[in-house]
Each structure stands twice: as C-alpha cells, then as structure tokens.
C-alpha cells in the first residue's frame, strides 16, 4: 500500500494530528477568550478524540478477525481502557476533581452494561428474537465484576484515611491477581467459556468483512500505538480546556467522567451493535461485560500506583447512589445472563437502567 493511500485510510488520525497542533499553537489564546471558546474547543476535542477511538478500534477489529474469539474481543476491550486510562492519567494531573477515577468507572459499568448490551439486546431482540450465547460467560464476568467492584469501590468507605496506602497497595495486587487468572482462563483451557459456535450458514453470513485481514497485523499494530500517542496527546489540551470552560458553572461533576467513558467506549458501542444486528451476541456479550471487567481491574491498579507515587489518594467509594445504581445493575445483568439467550425484555431492563442514571447524572447524584 502507497503512503497516500495510507494516509488516505487513516484520514481521521491525519485530522487529528492537524488538530493537536492548532491546539498546541492556540492552546494560551483560547484560554485567554474565555469560559466559552474553551468549551467549544474542548468539545471538538472529544469529537476528534472520538474519531481517533475509532481507528484505533478499527485496527483492534482488524487483529480481532485474525485471532478470533475470545481473543479478538479482549483486544478491542483492552484498546479502549487503555485510552481510558491515559486519559484519565492526564486528567488526574492537573485540577481534576478527586472524585474523577471513580465517577469514570463507575460511568463505565453503566456505559457498557446498561448502555452497550442494555441497546444491542433490544435492537438485536426485535430484530432477531432471542439471541443465543455462552452462558458461562455471562456467569463469568459477573462475578468477577462483582468482586472487582467491591474489593476497590465499596471496601474503601471503611478503611481509615490514615491507612489508606495500605489498602491502595493490597488493592492493586488484588486487581492483577484477578486479571492474571481471568487473563489465563480466556486465553487458556477455559477460553471456551467466552466463545460460541454458530450454525455454519449463519457464521458465513455474519463473518466480519474479510477484507480487512489482507492488512499485515504489524500495520495495524503500530497505527494503535501511534494512534494512542495522538489519543494521550489530544487529551491533555481537553483536559486544559474542560477544566477552564466548567470553572464556577454549576455543571455536575460527573459530567466529565461521563464524557471519558464515552469517549472510550464509543467504538465498542458501534462494533457491539453491528455484532448484534448480525444475531452474533457472544461477541457483544464479550464487548460489554469485558469492557466492564477490563475497566475496573485494570484502571483501578495503575490510578492507584499514580496515587501511592505521588502521595496523593483519590476518593474511590462510591457514593449511596452508585452503590444502589451498580447493585440493581449486577443483579439485573446476573438474572438476564444466566440462560443463554438475550430477548428484547432484557435490553429493555437494561437501557432503562442507562436512561436512569443519566436522569441521576443530570440531578448531580
């Protein structure tokens, strides 16, 4: 392939290249303009982030159809937290609410599971009817996420503040526990528990778009870590500016972690509702439930190691609110998951439970 016809295929990496440097050269002068030239460069920040997102995730789908189940969908998941977690590291570093890792997460679980699967077994279900997967998937990752979500976000309320270093320590050693077994399990000898195998005629008919694996793996590699380093970049100046334009405006303060869990999440939104429409809900079952998992057991051990190092501890229990929000949700995802097979009902209970905690967003709960 040319190098135009390269540069051509990453357009929107090229876009936000062009754009991280206007934000560079302008950076002062806009914050100099005011509360509202902030904001509307902070706002087409998002949206370039968003675009470069979806390359990134684009290329992780490319490594995805070459490897396959339950590999692919671990790829993609892990691209997206690892765009939250820069983010969310650059962000910290500056003027950022103390509350901003935890409101993330919590944004995330919401995202993925009432958002994500919560839309795609609707839209999927009226579509197709009920939609078989591996239940022992569903199983899996719920617990999991259970035990994540509690050890890191629910624990912490009662751990004294002058020992929380300790338990910051035990948290992160915890959290790569748990990933390290999960991780052997989804690769190793139970990696079937994270794949199913659809009728022959339906798998054809529903397979990824075959041309994309002509693309060398190396290729697609290397755009997602030049892609990240524009990610990570772009971020900095949308941190700068978000923090100027929603000084002393009263905005809730979960506003921002929503729009870092948005931004992370918005190519799996995309590639867990194709999944979907194409009756192939294992994949999206793998996209929403792993995003959750990968979100807490991997943002929460490096944002911990950032606060021993600098000394400084976040504020990681949640709120009665989110308490009550992630509670409803788990039991929720752990009644609809446990037959293998998702119906419209299900992803109405689901995306209900988005709609509400955006409703409580916008309350400032």
Do not use: C
């Not at 996420?145 to 020992?163: C, Q, R, W, Y």
């Not at 199913?196 to 793996?217: I, V």
């Not at 194409?278 to 490096?302: D, F």
């Amino acid at each position: 392939m040319t190098l135009a016809a390269r540069l051509r295929d990453e357009k929107f990496l090229v876009i936000a290249v062009i754009v991280a440097a206007v934000a560079y050269g302008l950076e002062h002068s806009i914050l100099e303009m005011g509360r509202g030239a902030a904001l509307i460069a902070a706002a087409a920040l998002v949206g370039t982030i968003v675009l470069a997102s979806i390359r990134v995730a684009h290329h992780a789908e490319i490594l995805a159809v070459k490897v396959g189940d339950p590999y692919g969908t671990m790829i993609l998941t892990l691209s997206a937290v690892l765009v939250e977690v820069i983010i969310l590291a650059i962000m910290m570093s500056g003027e950022s609410s103390p509350t901003l890792v935890r409101d993330t997460i919590y944004s995330a679980l919401m995202l993925d599971i009432n958002g994500i699967l919560g839309l795609a077994a609707l839209l999927g279900g009226l579509k197709h009817g009920e939609q078989p997967y591996n239940d022992n998937s569903g199983k899996t990752y719920g617990v999991m996420i259970l035990t994540a979500i509690g050890i890191s976000m629910i624990v912490p309320e009662f751990v004294p503040d002058d020992k929380w270093h300790y338990y910051s320590g035990f948290t992160i050693i915890a959290m790569i526990a748990l990933y390290g077994l999960f991780l052997r399990m989804q690769v190793g000898q139970h990696s079937y528990f994270f794949s199913y195998s659809y009728p022959r005629a339906e798998r054809k008919g529903n397979a990824p778009d075959e041309h994309h694996t002509d693309e060398p793996a190396s290729a697609s590699i290397i755009t997602i870590l030049i892609g990240v380093v524009i990610i990570g970049a772009l971020a900095e100046f949308m941190s700068a500016f978000m923090t100027e334009g929603l000084r002393d405006t009263g905005a809730p303060i979960a506003l921002t972690a929503i729009v870092v869990a948005a931004i992370s999440a918005a190519p799996e939104i995309l590639t867990a509702l194709r999944a979907a429409l194409k009756n192939r809900m294992q994949a999206t079952v793998n996209i929403a439930m792993g995003a959750s998992l990968s979100t807490v057991i991997l943002t929460v051990p490096v944002m911990e190691a950032i606060a021993l190092y600098t000394g400084q501890p976040f504020v990681m229990a949640m709120t009665p609110v989110q308490t009550v929000m992630v509670a409803i949700t788990l039991i929720a995802a752990a009644i609809n998951l446990n037959d293998g097979e998702t119906n419209a009902i299900e992803g109405m209970t689901h995306f209900i439970l988005f709609a509400t905690f955006l409703m409580l967003s916008a309350l400032g709960l």
